[in-house]
């Protein structure tokens, strides 16, 4: 062969040996068996022929290089039982260069030989000496994490793949089957299925994490095919997620939960991330295997999950994790009653890993997320569904959900679920081990999306100081859905000059936006040149709406939409219409699933509806209008009367159910009834005709139920539909009285005090202190302001002549949920024993995190003690100071206060002027001292303990097990 030749051929080169033992690398060198690794300083008989081995040549890997074991002190059992001793692939000192490699030194050393030195064959020998190096640096590198592999439990997850280097995967995998090519050759076998296994698991995650990557990488705001996506790495925006307590069923209407939920401060409640999901909490004792995470329609349940599976998928978090399994309930939902084993479960939705067996899970971590458990249509019957433990076993979908999550099937998998929080008691609390709540946005998050989403800054912040100046907009920014639809509307208004009114109520915000996609159809589908098209179409939306709103659905499929005259051969018509407004998206078998992009515009689109057919005919047909809302046949209320009469049976529906279900319904339906949101109308080619209607007599209305006896939410509710009318004249009247000084308890009226609670609630200036001295010193107008409490962590009620009367409104706050209140002040009001123990109901509350009670010169006796010590046994974690001085409570209420001391968090006790002698003296410096306690502060100034009292008590500071710093 001639030297041009093996040149242009490019995969072959001849090299003699060199005098120093170095060897050629296209070349595999063979040690004897009996060869010393000094051979490397000894000269080899040069070869008598040419070689050339092809790279693609079997001839080129067979046989593999045997390496001889140097040092004699490495142990035996590294190479098994084979008389000669070879280096394992497991050892570090195989492994860690030079060791391995310390011939490749000598070679990079000397030039290539080439027999000729002309131009090209220089800078060739250049290439091949460049190549050489960075050949055996990689090998190096991958020995190293093979040998890493081989040395370490499998389970372990190796190191991520770091971003941007995908391209060298095939290279990668190449040394891993070379690795196990000659590890077959050394009759290594148990290194060989070891890494053969690695190398099986390591290919199913990479490609599991690819395709999740794919997924999860694009969000699409409020839509699932149209619109073009956007990045969600780049406008992401941290969720507040905290940790939610108990789980327990709350069915307020969720936009209620969202107003109750803005009003308070954030507390010193615990806040999780949502790549820490399982990451166990301080105080929490075991691992957690099942977190239930709650949070209503729109807030971003979905987006956590989707930016926590995109984050293992791209290496950045949760990296000890082998498989992520996000799977959607309305999926899970098309599969019936086929019955299926979890391993083709898995499969059928992750088809990516068809062929890696179910039993191997066992031996790693795996997480299944199960997303929207409030729409899941299964059964979920925890208690009737049989037993199963079996992974082989074939049995329905829901029979394998409840068992995997009671833990019978897979227990060492861990297991997510997110819900709406009316859906979390499908669950057993006790296959819970954490239950988190998502927050949405908090007041920076809501402005860091904004500028987010936003490119123009100065936009931006314009758009943010608008949404400020409504406070019903800001309250709903804390959902994330509605963030983006104020966003898309606002970001339009604001670039058109030629538009002057921007909008700041709800109905209006909604109204645009439903403007705004249909003009967007309407450039689509430039062939709908008929008008009564889109309006039809919106009149079908919307009793789509209406139906299901009135069934509690948020989920439908095609038989719901032929139900309403939707043909859903033009679903995508549909879908074009409203874009961003009703969602079309496909789950298994491709089986389409509809649901609208949030809750809130479900009952927009529901109002609408009545709303316009209520003006295409004074008589609806009983197939539009005889829909009855649950118990209460609405639609024959409405009919032959005005629209105050059909304005009036809705403010009634709203205040009779119990938890606010029409509350944004009965919103919507009034704001529509405004004459600007009559003019939006024509864009939508929607002719509602003129009335003669004034919304006066509705607000008149209003005003008197605000008079009546209301709950706190019912009267917010009803303010805000005020908002939508655009009167404020309630809510002005108060603040004038408030900015004068002029406010007095006589003078208001009903209407009035409620007008008082609600500028208190949604007042900017937060209510993180509330001082009832700066309004009304009295019962009364402590239970009038009662929702205020509520909401603030420090209440001041000291010398505000309160009685007993007061206690159980009190105690109502500290078993809310989530109790915010951590500083209650009662001191000089005559609460006697009977206020004090209505009181005690509230701190036994396990969701009471009071910390600091002050009851000084409150009446308390000995019963009032009693009491106190059995609310503070069952919930003794919480409460850190106690204060009863100036209280006739005697010597035994106070040796069982001190008895309790060792098995609570009280750091600070005051006892002054309590009626305390000196022969409790010898029991509280017992029972100080015998074991150690939180007690930091001690006051038992102002009591009768004489000498031998305060030298028993000089005696405890000396004591080891006496932690009191302070000592009066």
Same mark, same amino acid.
């Given at each position: 062969?001639?030297?041009? !030749?093996?040149?242009?051929?490019?995969?072959?080169?001849?090299?003699?040996?060199?005098?120093?033992?170095?060897?050629?690398?296209?070349?595999?060198?063979?040690? @004897?068996?009996?060869?010393?690794?000094?051979?490397?300083?000894?000269?080899?008989?040069?070869?008598?022929?040419?070689?050339?081995?092809?790279?693609?040549?079997?001839?080129?890997?067979?046989?593999?290089?045997?390496?001889?074991?140097?040092?004699?002190?490495?142990?035996?059992? $590294?190479?098994?039982?084979?008389?000669?001793?070879?280096?394992?692939?497991?050892?570090?000192? !195989?492994?860690?260069?030079?060791?391995?490699?310390?011939?490749?030194?000598?070679?990079?050393?000397?030039?290539?030989?080439?027999?000729?030195?002309?131009?090209?064959?220089?800078?060739?020998?250049?290439?091949?000496?460049?190549?050489?190096?960075?050949?055996?640096?990689?090998?190096?590198?991958?020995?190293?994490?093979?040998?890493?592999?081989?040395?370490?439990?499998?389970?372990?997850?190796?190191?991520?793949?770091?971003?941007?280097?995908?391209?060298?995967?095939?290279?990668?995998?190449?040394?891993?089957?070379?690795?196990?090519?000659?590890?077959?050759?050394?009759?290594?076998?148990?290194?060989?299925?070891?890494?053969?296994?690695?190398?099986?698991?390591?290919?199913?995650?990479?490609?599991?994490?690819?395709? #999740?990557?794919?997924?999860?990488?694009?969000?699409?705001?409020?839509?699932?095919?149209?619109?073009?996506?956007?990045?969600?790495?780049?406008?992401?925006?941290?969720?507040?997620?905290?940790?939610?307590?108990?789980?327990?069923?709350?069915?307020?209407?969720?936009?209620?939960?969202?107003?109750?939920?803005? $009003?308070?401060?954030?507390?010193?409640?615990?806040?999780?991330?949502?790549?820490?999901?399982?990451?166990?909490?301080?105080?929490?004792?075991?691992?957690?295997? *099942?977190? #239930?995470?709650?949070? %209503?329609?729109?807030?971003?349940?979905?987006?956590?999950?989707?930016?926590?599976?995109?984050?293992?998928?791209?290496?950045?978090?949760?990296?000890?994790?082998?498989?992520?399994?996000?799977?959607?309930?309305?999926?899970?939902?098309?599969?019936?009653?086929?019955?299926?084993?979890?391993? @083709?479960?898995?499969?059928?939705?992750?088809?990516?890993?068809?062929?890696?067996?179910?039993?191997?899970?066992?031996?790693?971590?795996?997480?299944?997320?199960?997303?929207?458990?409030?729409?899941?249509?299964?059964?979920?019957?925890?208690?009737?569904? %049989?037993?199963?433990?079996?992974?082989?076993?074939?049995?329905?979908?829901?029979?394998?959900?409840?068992?995997?999550?009671?833990?019978?099937?897979?227990?060492?998998?861990?297991?997510?679920?997110?819900?709406?929080?009316?859906?979390?008691?499908?669950?057993?609390?006790?296959?819970?081990?954490?239950?988190?709540?998502?927050?949405?946005?908090?007041?920076?998050?809501?402005?860091?999306?904004?500028?987010?989403?936003?490119?123009?800054?100065?936009?931006?912040?314009?758009?943010?100081?608008?949404?400020?100046?409504?406070?019903?907009?800001?309250?709903?920014?804390?959902?994330?859905?509605?963030? $983006?639809?104020?966003?898309?509307?606002?970001?339009?208004?604001?670039?058109?000059?030629?538009?002057?009114?921007?909008?700041?109520?709800?109905?209006?915000?909604?109204?645009?936006?439903?403007?705004?996609?249909?003009?967007?159809?309407?450039?689509?589908?430039?062939?709908?040149?008929?008008?009564?098209?889109?309006?039809?179409?919106?009149?079908?939306?919307?009793?789509?709406?209406?139906?299901?709103?009135?069934?509690?659905?948020?989920?439908?499929?095609?038989?719901?939409?032929?139900?309403?005259?939707?043909?859903?051969?033009?679903?995508?018509?549909?879908?074009?219409?409203?874009?961003?407004?009703?969602?079309?998206?496909?789950? #298994?078998?491709?089986?389409?699933?509809?649901?609208?992009?949030?809750?809130?515009?479900?009952?927009?689109?529901?109002?609408?509806?009545?709303?316009?057919?209520?003006?295409?005919?004074?008589?609806?047909?009983?197939?539009?209008?005889?829909?009855?809302?649950?118990?209460?046949?609405?639609?024959?209320?409405?009919?032959?009367?005005?629209?105050?009469?059909?304005?009036?049976?809705?403010?009634?529906?709203?205040?009779?159910?119990?938890?606010?279900?029409?509350?944004?319904?009965?919103?919507?339906?009034?704001?529509?009834?405004?004459?600007?949101?009559?003019?939006?109308?024509?864009?939508?080619?929607?002719?509602?005709?003129?009335?003669?209607?004034?919304?006066?007599?509705?607000?008149?209305?209003?005003?008197?139920?605000?008079?009546?006896?209301?709950?706190?939410?019912?009267?917010?509710?009803?303010?805000?539909?005020?908002?939508?009318?655009?009167?404020?004249?309630?809510?002005?009247?108060?603040?004038?009285?408030?900015?004068?000084?002029?406010?007095?308890?006589?003078?208001?009226?009903?209407?009035?005090?409620?007008?008082?609670?609600?500028?208190?609630?949604?007042?900017?200036?937060?209510?993180?202190?509330?001082?009832?001295?700066?309004?009304?010193?009295?019962?009364?107008?402590?239970?009038?302001?009662?929702?205020?409490?509520?909401?603030?962590?420090?209440?001041?009620?000291?010398?505000?002549?309160? *009685?007993?009367?007061?206690?159980?409104?009190?105690?109502?706050?500290?078993?809310?949920?989530?109790?915010? #209140?951590?500083?209650?002040?009662?001191?000089?009001?005559?609460?006697?024993? &009977?206020?004090? @123990?209505?009181?005690?109901?509230?701190?036994?509350?396990?969701?009471?995190?009071?910390?600091?009670?002050?009851?000084?010169?409150?009446?308390?006796?000995?019963?009032?003690?009693?009491?106190?010590?059995?609310?503070?046994?069952?919930?003794?974690?919480?409460?850190?100071?106690?204060?009863?001085?100036?209280?006739?409570?005697?010597?035994?209420?106070?040796?069982?206060?001190?008895?309790?001391?060792?098995?609570?968090?009280?750091?600070?006790? &005051?006892?002054?002027?309590?009626?305390?002698?000196?022969?409790?003296?010898?029991?509280?410096?017992?029972?100080?001292?015998?074991?150690?306690?939180?007690?930091?502060?001690?006051?038992?100034?102002?009591?009768?303990?004489?000498?031998?009292?305060?030298?028993?008590?000089?005696?405890?500071?000396?004591?080891?097990?006496?932690?009191?710093?302070?000592?009066?």
């Amino acid at each position: 062969m001639s030297e041009s !030749s093996e040149i242009k051929d490019n995969v072959t080169t001849s090299h003699e040996d060199k005098a120093d033992g170095s060897f050629s690398p296209t070349e595999p060198h063979m040690f @004897k068996e009996s060869e010393s690794v000094e051979v490397h300083q000894q000269k080899r008989v040069a070869s008598p022929v040419l070689s050339c081995v092809s790279m693609k040549s079997g001839a080129s890997m067979d046989p593999p290089i045997k390496f001889q074991q140097e040092d004699p002190s490495l142990p035996a059992d $590294w190479i098994g039982s084979t008389a000669n001793t070879r280096v394992s692939v497991q050892s570090n000192w !195989s492994m860690d260069p030079p060791t391995n490699f310390h011939m490749a030194d000598s070679v990079l050393e000397q030039p290539v030989e080439l027999h000729t030195q002309s131009p090209r064959k220089t800078q060739m020998a250049a290439i091949l000496r460049q190549l050489q190096r960075n050949v055996i640096t990689f090998v190096k590198k991958e020995l190293r994490k093979i040998n890493s592999v081989l040395d370490s439990d499998l389970t372990e997850c190796t190191e991520s793949q770091p971003e941007g280097e995908e391209d060298g995967l095939e290279a990668k995998e190449a040394a891993v089957k070379i690795t196990l090519h000659i590890l077959k050759s050394m009759k290594e076998q148990s290194l060989f299925d070891k890494l053969l296994k690695f190398h099986q698991i390591d290919a199913y995650q990479k490609k599991l994490k690819s395709s #999740l990557k794919n997924r999860s990488q694009c969000v699409f705001e409020g839509i699932a095919k149209q619109g073009n996506p956007s990045l969600l790495k780049k406008i992401y925006t941290e969720l507040y997620i905290t940790e939610g307590g108990s789980g327990e069923v709350n069915n307020e209407h969720e936009v209620r939960q969202i107003e109750t939920t803005s $009003w308070k401060p954030e507390t010193q409640e615990t806040q999780i991330k949502c790549n820490d999901i399982f990451k166990v909490l301080p105080g929490q004792n075991k691992p957690l295997r *099942t977190v #239930l995470t709650k949070g %209503v329609a729109g807030i971003g349940k979905t987006v956590s999950v989707q930016k926590f599976v995109l984050d293992w998928a791209e290496g950045k978090a949760n990296q000890d994790v082998h498989f992520v399994f996000p799977l959607l309930f309305r999926e899970l939902n098309l599969i019936g009653k086929e019955e299926y084993t979890l391993e @083709k479960l898995v499969h059928l939705f992750f088809r990516e890993i068809e062929g890696f067996k179910l039993s191997n899970f066992e031996k790693y971590k795996v997480i299944f997320i199960f997303d929207g458990l409030d729409e899941c249509r299964l059964p979920l019957d925890f208690r009737a569904n %049989v037993r199963c433990s079996d992974i082989t076993e074939a049995v329905s979908v829901d029979v394998l959900l409840t068992n995997l999550i009671k833990g019978n099937l897979l227990p060492s998998a861990l297991i997510w679920i997110t819900s709406r929080p009316a859906a979390t008691s499908q669950i057993p609390p006790e296959c819970v081990d954490q239950v988190t709540e998502v927050r949405g946005f908090n007041d920076p998050q809501k402005a860091e999306y904004f500028r987010k989403r936003i490119p123009d800054q100065s936009l931006a912040n314009q758009i943010i100081t608008h949404i400020k100046s409504s406070r019903s907009l800001y309250i709903m920014c804390h959902i994330p859905v509605f963030c $983006w639809i104020s966003a898309t509307v606002l970001e339009k208004m604001f670039g058109d000059k030629e538009i002057s009114h921007i909008p700041k109520s709800l109905t209006e915000m909604y109204t645009h936006f439903l403007i705004f996609q249909t003009l967007q159809m309407k450039d689509k589908y430039r062939d709908l040149s008929d008008p009564h098209l889109t309006r039809d179409n919106i009149l079908s939306l919307g009793k789509l709406a209406f139906q299901q709103l009135r069934k509690g659905f948020v989920i439908f499929y095609e038989e719901d939409l032929a139900e309403c005259g939707i043909d859903v051969k033009d679903a995508s018509l549909y879908s074009g219409l409203c874009t961003q407004i009703f969602r079309e998206e496909f789950g #298994l078998y491709q089986r389409k699933v509809y649901c609208f992009v949030h809750l809130s515009f479900q009952e927009y689109l529901a109002a609408l509806f009545v709303h316009l057919q209520w003006f295409t005919t004074q008589k609806p047909s009983s197939d539009e209008f005889n829909i009855p809302f649950q118990d209460t046949d609405f639609g024959k209320l409405c009919m032959d009367s005005s629209l105050f009469d059909l304005h009036k049976s809705a403010v009634n529906q709203a205040l009779e159910s119990r938890n606010g279900h029409f509350d944004l319904f009965l919103r919507f339906l009034l704001g529509l009834s405004q004459e600007r949101n009559e003019t939006l109308f024509r864009h939508l080619s929607v002719q509602i005709g003129h009335t003669e209607h004034s919304s006066e007599d509705t607000v008149k209305y209003i005003k008197d139920k605000l008079g009546t006896s209301l709950s706190s939410e019912r009267s917010i509710n009803l303010f805000h539909c005020l908002n939508e009318l655009n009167d404020h004249s309630l809510v002005k009247e108060i603040q004038t009285f408030l900015h004068s000084g002029r406010l007095s308890m006589e003078v208001l009226s009903n209407a009035q005090w409620s007008a008082l609670v609600f500028v208190l609630l949604t007042s900017d200036e937060g209510l993180e202190i509330f001082d009832l001295r700066k309004f009304f010193k009295s019962d009364d107008c402590l239970l009038k302001l009662h929702p205020v409490v509520k909401v603030c962590q420090t209440a001041i009620l000291s010398s505000c002549k309160l *009685t007993k009367k007061s206690c159980p409104a009190l105690a109502s706050v500290l078993e809310s949920n989530p109790s915010v #209140l951590r500083e209650l002040d009662l001191s000089f009001n005559d609460l006697e024993d &009977r206020g004090v @123990k209505s009181l005690c109901s509230g701190l036994r509350s396990p969701h009471c995190k009071l910390e600091t009670l002050k009851l000084e010169f409150c009446g308390l006796r000995r019963d009032s003690c009693s009491a106190l010590v059995a609310a503070l046994k069952s919930n003794p974690s919480h409460l850190k100071e106690l204060d009863l001085s100036c209280n006739n409570i005697g010597n035994e209420a106070a040796t069982w206060l001190v008895g309790l001391l060792p098995d609570c968090g009280l750091e600070t006790l &005051r006892l002054s002027s309590c009626g305390i002698t000196k022969e409790a003296c010898a029991f509280l410096t017992s029972a100080l001292s015998s074991k150690p306690c939180q007690l930091k502060k001690l006051d038992l100034s102002d009591n009768k303990l004489w000498d031998l009292g305060v030298g028993l008590f000089s005696g405890l500071l000396a004591n080891p097990n006496c932690n009191i710093e302070e000592l009066r």
